[in-house]
């Protein structure tokens, strides 16, 4: 019963996004003259269907995979042989850019899945960010490679391998895809500018960089009660609670928690004010609530607001989040190649059904911002060099372009046997990895 949830949201996943990808390539065949003959969503023995016009649409028994089978598609096969060189309906007698755009009207119609629905979802629920300046570092975990860089908690990063004016996101996705290798930081510490060299350790978990240092607190104080504690410690609103009792602060659930359980003995509070690390020691007062018997007399909140967004702005905002983002997976590319970044972080269906239930469990705007990224994944991995992948096929097209003729039948068969190959390894790997996952963090 516990994989029942997971498997089924996983489908509903996987064969959403199957069907647009599919039917980017079904819509564009159509639209250049091209016969389809089959519209399957899975792979492997037909299980049931209908035929509409020249067209079979059916559901096939493996159920992670689809394709559109097209009249003369297969490349192994000599155009000139049989009913290809005859039917003008034919993949292969339709000219090159023609086969290219019925190519990439699959991934194309993943991206446009991802960014319709960040949009809508962004009309329902924009996260808007607090403006804030260059990123200061709240905390520094002792003996981390922060730490031995010489960074302290004040410190302003404004600079981390040549890009200037960094986001704390931009820190932290340098620091993820740097693992083993030096990241060069300028700060200002003190006032004064000073250079430094620090070298992310690879997390044997998640497989990414970890400094050691943190970003600007998520949770601020919006109230302080009036002859409080926190008011006699001089806590103000706007403040931005770093830790309580040396426990960082996650949500405003931490500070209520470590609070409740002192006993009404004095907790000590870091917290950052106009980009100063400011502590101060708070004795809470009784409230006569059973359930929460200590307070020090503050109201906190999660930092920034969420608003619904027009139409125009949030498509603006959902193409940015989305380039963004595939940004990001290119250079998780690049960085696993380059051993910065684990293979492990690398996610196969186990993993993809583990993260649509935990998603689906927290309500359906998890679930579709998952399928968003994913759909996005989905297309980047497709457009990849990679023979037997839409990219492969668009790099043959490529190549057959500049040298102005077909390649040989012996060639392709080569390349996409070696294509095949690769893949089946990958999936190997991932499948070993999502198992090798569940046996760790169970």
């Known amino acids: 019963m516990g994989w029942l949830g997971p498997v089924f949201w996983v489908a509903i996943l996987l064969g959403v996004m199957i069907l647009i990808h599919e039917l980017g390539h079904f819509c564009a065949a159509l639209a250049v003259g091209i016969k389809v003959e089959v519209f399957s969503i899975g792979l492997g023995p ?22 559109v089978r097209m009249l003369g598609q297969d490349p192994m096969q000599d155009p000139a042989d049989q009913k290809i060189s005859a039917d003008p309906r034919s993949f292969q007698t339709k000219p090159r850019w023609q086969r290219a755009f019925v190519v990439i009207a699959g991934p194309l119609m993943n991206v446009v899945l991802a960014i319709a629905i960040v949009t809508g979802l962004y009309m329902y629920a924009f996260p808007k960010e607090v403006d804030s300046t260059d990123p200061v570092i709240s905390n520094i975990v002792a003996g981390s490679p922060a730490a031995q860089a010489g960074l302290e908690p004040g410190d302003r990063i404004i600079q981390v391998e040549g890009q200037k004016n960094p986001t704390w996101q931009d820190v932290l996705t340098r620091e993820a895809f740097s693992a083993n290798h030096s990241l060069h930081v300028v700060i200002l510490h003190k006032g004064q500018r000073e250079n430094v060299v620090v070298t992310p350790r690879m997390d044997p978990k998640e497989g990414i960089g970890v400094a050691g240092w943190m970003g600007d607190p998520d949770v601020e104080v919006v109230e302080v009660v009036k002859d409080s504690p926190a008011a006699a410690a001089g806590l ?13 602060v996650a949500s405003t659930a931490t500070t209520q928690q470590v609070v409740a359980k002192s006993g009404g003995k004095p907790v000590e509070v ?41 139409f125009g702005p949030a498509f603006v905002e959902s193409v940015r989040f989305n380039v963004r983002n595939a940004s990001m997976i290119f250079e998780a590319l690049r960085s696993i190649v380059e051993q910065r970044v684990s293979p492990k972080t690398l996610e196969g269906p186990i993993g993809i059904a583990r993260m649509s239930g935990e998603a689906a469990q927290e309500g359906p705007l998890s679930f579709l911002f998952l399928m968003a990224i ?69």
């Open 374 to 442: 994913v759909s996005l994944n989905l297309a980047i991995v497709n457009l990849l060099p990679i023979p037997i992948l839409d990219g492969g096929t668009l790099l043959m097209l490529a190549v057959e372009m500049l040298i102005q003729r077909d390649m040989s039948l012996q060639l392709k068969e080569t390349v996409f046997k070696l294509g095949f190959v690769f893949l089946m390894m990958v999936v190997v790997f991932v499948i070993y990895n999502d198992i090798s996952k569940i046996f760790v963090n169970g």
């Open 236 to 248: 103000k609103i706007g403040d931005l609670f770093i830790s309580v009792n040396h426990q960082p």
């Open 46 to 67: 037909r299980l049931f269907g209908f035929r509409r016009g020249e067209t079979d649409f059916r559901i096939s028994a493996i159920p992670f995979g689809g394709y």
């Open 270 to 310: 870091v917290f950052l004010r106009d980009g100063r690390i400011l502590k101060v020691s708070i004795t809470p007062k009784p409230t006569g609530d059973s359930k929460v018997p200590w307070h020090i007399g503050v109201a906190l909140k999660p930092r920034g607001e969420i608003v619904k967004l027009a």
